[in-house]
């Protein structure tokens, strides 16, 4: 079975995920990703691969130089690695090959895009979708499991969920653990109305809006027919965001109108409950481990 037809939407599940992504930039963290989510209630993922975006060739937006930490990796490797993975994880993962073309031979990242084609092809196959990118991991303070906290949601008739972000150390600067078992953070900034993500309803998810007005939105402003955003409190549910380098930092000074620099100047060890179990799962598949297999001579 190639990669390209691995797909498994038979049954309607209660969450999903859906993310644009570049396999290569996000290789050594994928698993990892994948199997956290299931186990704080994610049931299925929607992974639209991205690979051959004028955007992202050598470098992400951040400045990591991702093509040369994983220059011991083949696009073969990578695609084999993505196999291994998804039979590691059997009906959790629909893979789509996502190449929109801004003119012939260019392709673009069109976010706004997938979550259009998401939202008509397999919108009906779940109940909730959130829309994160594969830095970012959901997490709730008070350890509430998602579907749960859907659930309560649901009663009060809030049906679009705001989350807030917290900013952590970049994932490259620590390719010998876990992304969850980064605990360097940015203390006292607060990240209301930055670049927040949505768990919604699917039913809600305006169509016609994205279509005739795609210019308008983008993944942390997606049009909604009924009901309002509520913003969840971060005590609550919130994502840990695992980018903060030099270039973020620089960026975040300029942000806030700060005369000061910012730091990493706080620790947060609340995902440490998730360490053995996310390890132990995460097996060869984890960054140290793909290293291992496929030694770079580049360090970040």
Not at 54 to 68: R, T
Not at 202 to 220: R, V
Not at 231 to 258: A, I, P, Q
Request: proline share 3%; aromatic share 12%; glycine share 4%.
């Amino acid at each position: 079975m190639s990669i390209n037809e691995f797909t498994n939407n038979d049954n309607k599940c209660r969450l999903a995920m859906q993310t644009v992504f570049l396999p290569r930039e996000n290789i050594l963290f994928l698993k990892e990703w994948l199997v956290y989510h299931i186990e704080i209630g994610v049931d299925h993922f929607y992974l639209y691969d991205n690979t051959g975006t004028q955007s992202y060739q050598e470098f992400n937006n951040y400045g990591i130089p991702f093509a040369k930490t994983t220059e011991g990796m083949s696009d073969k490797d990578i695609q084999d690695i993505l196999k291994e993975i998804q039979q590691d994880l059997p009906g959790r993962v629909t893979y789509v090959k996502w190449t929109p073309m801004e003119e012939p031979g260019k392709i673009v990242y069109a976010q706004i895009d997938a979550i259009r084609d998401y939202a008509e092809k397999y919108g009906s196959n779940s109940d909730w979708t959130a829309f994160i990118d594969m830095d970012e991991f959901i997490f709730s303070p008070k350890g509430k499991n998602l579907k749960d906290y859907l659930d309560e949601c649901e009663k009060k008739g809030i049906e679009d969920l705001v989350l807030h972000q917290k900013k952590f150390d970049e994932r490259y600067h620590n390719l010998d653990k876990l992304v969850i078992q980064i605990e360097k953070c940015i203390d006292g900034v607060n990240t209301i109305g930055w670049a927040s993500k949505h768990i919604m309803r699917n039913d809600i998810i305006d169509l016609t809006a994205l279509i005739e007005k795609k210019k308008a939105w983008n993944i942390h402003y997606i049009p909604i027919k009924r009901s309002r955003y509520f913003d969840v409190d971060m005590e609550e549910l919130r994502f840990n965001h695992y980018n903060s380098n030099k270039k973020l930092l620089d960026w975040m000074k300029g942000y806030y109108h700060s005369a000061e620099d910012f730091h990493l100047n706080g620790r947060d060890d609340g995902m440490k409950k998730y360490w053995n179990i996310i390890e132990e799962k995460c097996g060869k598949h984890c960054a140290s481990e793909l290293l291992k297999r496929y030694p770079s001579t580049v360090q970040t």
